[in-house]
């Protein structure tokens, strides 16, 4: 059975807003892609059946700036209403377009319903700054990348793996530091993904590291739909 790894982002305008409200902004990812990927597979278009997929969030660039996504391990198929098993054609998954604009409407649906709650700490914004946000968000392309894993699950999982247990960074690519500076290994992804040294202030080190801490008690990784017992 093929396996597809889907990649939902959130566009950098939101970066100020989600470093105020984490929780709420990574709460309301979980929702807007778990929505979207059970609704795609319901509709009989596609699947038209129950979903099962295990959505893993991150928040880091390579130069641990804040770059909020999730990834999604969606097995290739759903079950249907009468039991049994409807596969996804080889390769291909949901329409991209589709379900980018989809996943994009239900988050900015979502964010909305939150400021107007007070549900945000940014509920006092000036109207005028959110409405041009808004028009912001709403210019982006909500890119979201999928792509049928070929190693099958195992492939995507050991992928995810090196990021479920640890946050931003592994001691690896910390080469060096003195009092002042952190040299870091990245990859350039403007140049082929090429390795680079990068040299950062420690303070800034530090304060690009904390970005990717965690609300207390938060769950990044979770099961949806087939797999929704075993969360």
Known sequence: M???HLVFTLPHELNGLIGQSPRSFYEMLFAAVSATLTEFAANPRWLGGTAAFTLVLHTWKQDLGRHVHIHALVPGGALSPDGDWVAAKHGFLFPITALSNVFRGKYVAALKLARQGGKLQQAGLADH?????LSAVHRHDWVVYAKESLGGPA????????YTHRVAISNERILGMDDDTVRLRVRD??????????SVPAQTFIERFLLHVLPKGF???RHYGLLGPAG
């Not at 992804?189 to 990068?198: H, W, Y």
């Open 2 to 4: 093929p396996y597809f």
């Open 129 to 133: 700054t959110w409405r041009d946000l």
């Open 155 to 162: 492939q995507v999982l050991d992928y995810l793996g090196r």
């Open 189 to 198: 992804s403007a140049n082929g993904n090429k390795k680079r040294t990068l």
């Open 219 to 221: 769950k990044r990784i």
